[in-house]
């Protein structure tokens, strides 16, 4: 039924509470929503919303994360969402003790990434400052779609051109890729480098370049940079060439390839890894060890089944990423949160959605979606209800305040709860599980026509195995997008430190850096978080620092199996206290001694040392079917179906798993999908109010 057909009103279930599906549900709920739809009802397993963005508060108030989460400056759809979801709610005036009152105290710029290389025996960490801008993300002049393939191209032959300058220069222009602390000679760099990079610009252009051997003038252009450099003894001119080397590959590709005038634009390249992609292009081999191009594996999870010798990322949306996230990015590069995702996200967003008049059924875990006779349309939903309320006349509040501010604990509010259910479940974490069948108190099953007449299905991809076998067995197009859209299982551990970090040994806080030694190749410093949580005096954090990465954990069982989740949670303590131990004096060197790690630096141990201390801190173990991560892997994308493209009359899909536009794990993807699934049941076009087209 499109917008103004038909008088019976409908009523919508969104199956699933993380950012798509609170997405979805924001568009949809928009004033005058009443006009058209009975009711909007989000079915939520557990006691939080969030999905992979979900974070929670534990001993001492402190935020404990799914993972790390940091949003670009290039997200313009989730920061609108955002900033209307602040304006609405109104905190100055509904909650004036509340401290994070607007969007501006939600996020705070971060204009800083670190990558590490191994030079020698050692590892050096290579800063790269990104300077900021005047602007502000999720303005409501942006359109999003300034990102072209000849704009892309025009802003990397200048980004060259500026980093080069910005090696000769006393002031650092853009992307500074240099370090402080090696050594200088009086040559002028700079101008060595911006001579070479102007030869190999002009070696793209050459007509000499298109001949039988494409890439050969280009690479003699490099090659005499190269011996002109100190490339063997000095770090900084190896990155240098290596981001020359790299860059202009990207640029020949995409000339050689005529993305420019090919109408899929950068998802022409989506059949080949990236890496593979810009060697074919002239790359040199070396840049396989080139940290930049580690840190953009690492920032996608872009490792086939957990594995570092497997890196895997479709070419195309590589460099769609590389392009919107260094020349479209608004304020700041990185723009981090000032508290939990969940505080400051996810908590903002249930309060508008139920002050809307949205339904939130906590503690209903999906279990199956079912077919009609004909097989056109989703008739049936069984869902576990895992608790009954002390009053069923209400719904389940989620939140409690930690210091002014709304929250998610991290475990459900047992005063709610029916007396009977407050002892029965000894695993209160089991209900954020897929397996949690033993623990419920019933099944319901959820009628077409009486509970629901549309179904938004934003669940992960990787549920859908679990629940959506009778579409699987039904479709040969949902058969394929679960067998071509791979996910990962991730992991990370957060701590929290009771010295800063410059007594430590790292003089730059608020950095988050990626390409280090895996497991736990990514680390970032988070102290801009510990305003927010409430320590005694006497055990009080003075930093604190997240760690992740890929998990080689095989997909989970269909049915419950106890040795399973412990099985890699013991795994994953073990690999971070070895990481601890052997590893972390890259970035902190006054936290390990000749034994290794210093455990009486961790705050709430007690006492404890190695796994047990690491286990008093935040440990998240990412195996189950709907926490893993969504990758990009080549040859996927055609596989993706649209929000639109269920193949079923009452079923619309949504997630970073669909084919958005985006097309990759990350916030920005799940909100694009959520209002397009959005548009969908509303009749309306794809695009209607989305920033950034960025489809064929």
């Not at 909650?95 to 994070?100: E, K, L, N, T, Y």
């Not at 400051?344 to 279990?367: C, K, N, S, T, W």
């Not at 989703?378 to 989620?398: C, F, K, N, S, W």
């Not at 992991?491 to 970090?501: G, V």
Request: glycine share 10%; proline share 5%; hydrophobic share 40%.
């Amino acid at each position: 039924m499109t917008e103004g057909q038909g008088e019976r009103r409908e009523k919508v279930v969104i199956l699933g509470g993380g950012m798509a599906g609170l997405s979805a549900a924001w568009r949809l709920s928009e004033p005058g929503w009443q006009d058209r739809y009975e009711s909007i009802t989000v079915y939520q397993r557990g006691w939080r919303l969030g999905g992979k963005g979900a974070s929670s508060r534990g001993p001492h108030g402190r935020i404990e994360e799914h993972g790390l989460h940091v949003w670009l400056g290039c997200y313009d759809n989730a920061f609108t969402v955002l900033r209307e979801c602040y304006g609405e709610i109104d905190r100055t005036t509904t909650d004036p003790a509340c401290p994070v009152r607007d969007w501006t105290d939600a996020l705070t710029p971060a204009d800083t990434i670190g990558l590490t290389e191994q030079w020698g025996d050692d590892w050096l960490v290579w800063l790269g400052r990104f300077t900021e801008n005047d602007e502000l993300p999720g303005e409501p002049d942006l359109t999003g779609r300034e990102m072209t393939v000849p704009g892309f191209l025009h802003r990397a032959i200048r980004m060259l051109l500026d980093f080069a300058d910005s090696i000769r220069d006393e002031g650092p222009v853009g992307l500074v890729l240099s370090t402080a602390s090696e050594a200088k000679d009086r040559t002028d760099w700079g101008q060595v480098l911006r001579a070479g990079l102007t030869g190999a610009l002009l070696a793209l252009f050459e007509p000499q370049a298109a001949a039988d051997s494409p890439t050969e003038l280009l690479n003699t252009v490099l090659e005499n940079l190269r011996e002109t450099l100190d490339y063997d003894h000095r770090a900084d001119h190896r990155r240098a060439w290596l981001l020359m080397s790299m860059v202009t590959a990207t640029i020949r590709g995409m000339f050689v390839d005529k993305v420019a005038t090919d109408p899929r634009g950068f998802r022409s390249l989506n059949d080949e890894d990236f890496t593979h992609w810009i060697l074919r292009h002239g790359a040199h081999p070396d840049v396989l060890g080139f940290p930049l191009l580690h840190g953009l594996y690492d920032f996608v999870f872009g490792h086939v089944e957990g594995d570092h010798e497997r890196p895997q990322m479709g070419a195309g949306t590589a460099v769609f990423l590389i392009g919107l996230a260094l020349f479209q990015y608004r304020g700041s590069i990185f723009w981090k949160m000032t508290a939990g995702m969940g505080d400051v996200i996810i908590a903002p967003m249930y309060q508008a959605l139920r002050r809307r008049g949205v339904r939130f059924e906590f503690f209903h875990r999906v279990d199956g979606l079912h077919l009609d006779e004909r097989r056109q349309a989703v008739d049936a939903i069984t869902v576990g209800r895992q608790v009954r309320l002390a009053d069923e006349r209400t719904q389940y509040e989620p939140l409690v305040t930690v210091g002014n501010l709304p929250v998610f604990p991290n475990g459900p509010d047992v005063r709610q709860l029916a007396e009977p259910d407050r002892a029965r479940i000894t695993d209160w974490h089991l209900l954020e599980t897929h397996w949690g069948h033993e623990t419920d108190v019933e099944s319901r099953r959820l009628r077409r026509g009486t509970d629901f007449d549309r179904v938004v299905v934003a669940t992960s991809i990787g549920m859908l195995p679990y629940i959506a076998g009778e579409l699987l067995d039904d479709q040969q197009a949902w058969r394929d997008m679960t067998s071509h859209v791979r996910t990962v299982a991730t992991q990370s551990f957060q701590l929290w430190l009771r010295a800063d970090e410059r007594t430590l040994g790292w003089d730059e806080p608020g950095v988050t850096t990626a390409g280090y030694i895996p497991p736990f190749e990514t680390w970032a410093s988070m102290g801009q978080t510990l305003w927010a949580e409430q320590w005694p005096a006497e055990d009080q954090p003075r930093s604190v620092a997240y760690f992740c990465g890929t998990l080689a954990a095989e997909l989970p069982p269909q049915r419950y199996d106890p040795d399973y989740l412990p099985r890699h949670r013991a795994r994953v303590l073990a690999d971070a206290v070895r990481h601890l131990d052997h590893n972390i004096a890259t970035y902190l060197p006054g936290a390990v001694t000749d034994r290794g790690f210093d455990w009486r630096l961790l705050c709430g141990v007690n006492g404890a040392t190695g796994p047990a201390a690491l286990a008093t801190q935040h440990v998240s173990v990412n195996v189950d079917p709907s926490d893993r991560y969504v990758q990009s892997v080549p040859g996927s994308d055609r596989y993706r179906l649209r929000t639109d493209e269920s193949g079923y009359d009452n079923v619309v899909l949504c997630g970073d798993w669909t084919d958005c536009g985006w097309n990759a794990g990350c916030i920005e993807a799940a909100v694009i999908s959520g209002l397009q699934a959005a548009n969908a049941l509303r009749g309306r076009g794809r695009f209607h109010r989305i920033r950034g087209w960025h489809l064929p």
